[in-house]
């Protein structure tokens, strides 16, 4: 056991305070437990769940108000939000996990829904912290969330991106509404293959390694769609 007290003198944590903790956190405030269970909800290093902690009992009277977390965390590297992506492409899900090693990987096309609503899910439970993934459909509202979860499936930790967008194939300016410029585009590489002076890959929508009539259809027949 940590400690035994039972004459009820003892204060077990201080205020928390701007300063480097023993676990390199960075606030001061209670102790370190190497039994404490709780969890970090806010990732400030200071545990947030089963409070006091009175050492499993041995704390007759209140306990540490503040016991201090081995810090965990999510961080998404990408998608960063605010790109735009092309519907059937692989979109790579990168992220880091601070003493993770355990997570859900969602998505939603929900602009409404807040980070901890009801996602869709890709990957769960996942032990790699990167994932390809190519979705299937067209949205200007798309965001992922990592989370990482305890053996109840109840969410310890949570992060969401910020919202990007998936278009249609033929949306060549990629800027979420087929058009005339679009058109354009396709229009200024006609004719062209790999290695042509005026060739464009966006361009080869059909994606055949030449720009030809098949391209300038397959945009024409989405034109004024948004995604």
Do not use: H
Not at 181 to 193: C, M, Q, R
């Amino acid at each position: 056991q940590n400690v035994y007290d039972k004459n009820n003198v003892n204060a077990w944590n201080t205020t928390k305070q701007v300063r480097t903790n023993i676990l390199g956190g960075s606030f001061l405030a209670g102790n370190f437990w190497d039994d404490y269970n709780g969890t970090d909800l806010d990732g400030d290093g200071i545990g947030d769940t089963e409070l006091p902690y009175n050492s499993r009992g041995n704390i007759s009277n209140g306990g540490d108000y503040l016991p201090l977390a081995i810090p965990k965390g999510i961080k998404i590297i990408s998608p960063k939000g605010e790109e735009i992506f092309v519907t059937n492409s692989t979109i790579l899900i990168d992220f880091e996990g601070i003493n993770v090693d355990r997570y859900g990987i969602w998505y939603t096309n929900n602009s409404n829904l807040t980070c901890s609503g009801v996602w869709t899910q890709l990957a769960y439970p996942y032990y790699s912290t990167a994932l390809a993934w190519k979705p299937d459909f067209t949205s200007s509202s798309v965001r992922v969330k990592i989370d990482s979860r305890d053996v109840s499936d109840n969410v310890i930790l949570e992060s969401c991106s910020d919202e990007f967008k998936i278009t249609f194939q033929s949306d060549v300016k990629k800027d979420c509404v087929i058009d005339i410029f679009d058109l354009s585009i396709v229009g200024k590489a006609f004719g062209s293959k790999s290695g042509d002076v005026n060739w464009n890959p966006v361009a080869d929508v059909k994606q055949d390694g030449v720009i030809d009539i098949f391209d300038l259809v397959i945009v024409g027949k989405n034109f004024g769609r948004k995604c």
